[in-house]
């Protein structure tokens, strides 16, 4: 099958320190696959690199085969790749309903923008009743569901989840993880990046492992639980 | 009792002037936070290319004000796109910097071009004045009065209700963000810098046609302007409004009771209050970031 995502040999610099060596990586459709890696290991900049929001200085990065390599981010978002960022990026001082409504901007039907709103709501309740509320007065929790759903207002078929249960209790990771075997289910692509191993592996069904700004292992779920030995070595426990 | 009426006409109507004076800072300063110190000298170009199509070329006022607009908009457009665009994101003190410097180079240029000599915009509205009970107020200053408040509604209703205002909201508050959700931000900072020229440029000519054009006065003009968003608070357009009229009248009632010297003086005694007691402003509401 042809991979939905492929990255070749991509390298990419802030400035003039080099953040990613060379990224080799391949994403089939359907799946969900987990970046691991201790903190500057280069998954937040490959993130990055994937959907547009850097440059990468060498390298291929493929969406459905076709070249997206130092495509705007709208370009990227507008061919079916969403990103959730890292700690969250919603917008304080508007409110949940407005903070949804600009994930679908690139939509100009309002019905279907109607359609997706009401499917999200319908997905996190919690949302609809916080609706009017800034998104600033809401809980980590809340507004790690509020940047997972504007991502979706996008309709995305790949989306990029960077740490998404960064700082929540136990029960709303929990809750996160369902999610997304949920979004699986819907056919939606996932590309997450987690810092809870165990989390990671229990969605994931493959992993590649990353360690200053190069991937040094790649391999399935089952066979990274099975050698904790391995695990240890490259994430230092 | 006349008097006090009188004083607070006054101050009320020149509130609602540095309301609109203040109303391109407030999206520039409030919401994109870019301290543009040059901002009281785009007022003043305003005021003089209104001055010169005006009397020099002699075309009617409302023929002059959106050839001005237009002018001033793409005048920022270009400042944000080859100036202010370096210097985004590296912190306010080389937006300072630089609007410092564009500052001094406009009036130079200014006092090049025209000279000292204190401008008038030609206008259709007569200086006649009006009774209203013991007031009197002149049909050119209530004329100004009214076209200010259709202005100041009409980019608050861009802010909050169009979709380039939204745009804007979110660039300005998490730009990241915004660009993930397809926002090209780039335009949208030149946009919004290109709405606030434009806003100053028509604050200096109609008031141009109040009072006068001159190359000096965007110094006093960028401070009061500066005074009137931090009293009102950062990005608010009730705060820009309340806060003009605030120091509206307090100068009109300081200047009609207290010593005159010090008029210039009380807007920025309230705002050292405004600071201590209320940081973020009259209308400001302060979210944390969790």
């Avoid at chain 1, 937040?44 to 990468?56: A, D, W």
């Avoid at chain 2, 665009?85 to 564009?102: H, S």
């Avoid at chain 2, 200053?141 to 200010?148: E, G, K, M, P, Q």
């Avoid at chain 2, 003086?265 to 940081?279: C, K, S």
Wanted: with cysteine; charged share 15%.
């Amino acid at each position: 099958m042809a991979p939905v995502l492929e990255l070749k040999g991509v390298e990419a610099a802030y400035g003039k320190a080099k953040a990613l060596h060379g990224i080799d990586l391949r994403v089939e459709p359907g799946e969900v696959v987990a970046l691991l890696g201790a903190n500057g290991a280069g998954k937040t900049t490959t993130f990055r690199v994937i959907s547009g929001l850097m440059r990468p200085s060498a390298g291929e990065v493929r969406f459905d085969g076709a070249s997206i390599a130092g495509c705007s981010a709208d370009a990227v978002l507008r061919a079916g790749l969403a990103h959730c960022p890292e700690e969250r990026h919603v917008w304080p001082e508007m409110t949940v309903e407005e903070n949804l409504r600009l994930g679908a901007y690139l939509v100009s039907q309002r019905i279907e923008i109607e359609r997706r709103m009401e499917r999200i709501y319908l997905r996190f309740p919690r949302l609809k009743e916080r609706r009017r509320q800034s998104a600033g007065t809401l809980s980590g929790g809340e507004q790690q569901m509020l940047a997972i759903g504007r991502a979706l207002m996008s309709a995305p078929r790949l989306l990029l989840l960077d740490e998404p249960s960064l700082g929540l209790s136990p029960r709303m990771a929990k809750e996160v993880l369902a999610v997304i075997r949920e979004l699986q289910g819907q056919g939606i692509t996932v590309l997450l990046v987690e810092q809870n191993v165990h989390n990671a592996l229990s969605v994931a069904s493959r992993a590649y492992v990353f360690e200053t700004g190069r991937v040094v292992a790649e391999n399935t779920s089952q066979a990274l639980l099975d050698s904790p030995d391995l695990l240890k070595a490259y994430l230092g426990g | 009792m006349d008097l006090f009426l009188q004083l607070l006409a006054n101050g009320l109507v020149n509130g609602t002037f540095y309301a609109l004076s203040a109303l391109g800072l407030t999206l520039v300063f409030g919401l994109m936070r870019v301290v543009n110190f040059a901002h009281g000298e785009f007022y003043v170009i305003g005021g003089l290319a209104g001055w010169a199509l005006t009397n020099a070329v002699g075309l009617h006022f409302f023929l002059a004000l959106p050839i001005v607009i237009l002018g001033m908009g793409v005048f920022g457009l270009l400042i944000d796109r080859f100036l202010i665009e370096r210097v985004r994101d590296q912190g306010p003190e080389t937006g300072i910097l630089l609007t410092i410097g564009l500052s001094i180079f406009i009036v130079n240029t200014a006092l090049l071009v025209v000279g000292t000599a204190p401008l008038k915009v030609v206008s259709p509205f007569l200086n006649r004045p009006i009774f209203i009970g013991p007031v009197v107020v002149t049909q050119a200053r209530l004329f100004t009065v009214a076209l200010c408040a259709v202005l100041i509604l009409a980019v608050h209703l861009l802010v909050q209700r169009t979709t380039l205002g939204r745009a804007m909201r979110a660039t300005f508050q998490d730009a990241t963000a915004a660009r993930l959700v397809g926002i090209r931000t780039r335009h949208v900072y030149g946009l919004t810098f290109a709405l606030g020229s434009a806003l100053a440029g028509t604050a200096g000519m109609l008031l141009g046609s109040i009072y006068v054009a001159q190359a000096t006065i965007g110094g006093i003009v960028s401070l009061k302007a500066f005074v009137v968003v931090i009293l009102g608070g950062m990005g608010s357009f009730a705060g820009a409004i309340v806060g003009g009229l605030v120091l509206g009248l307090v100068e009109a009632i300081w200047g009609g009771y207290g010593p005159s010297g010090y008029v210039d003086a009380v807007g920025f005694a309230l705002v050292i209050v405004m600071l201590l007691v209320r940081p973020y402003g009259l209308f400001s509401k302060q979210v944390e970031r969790a």
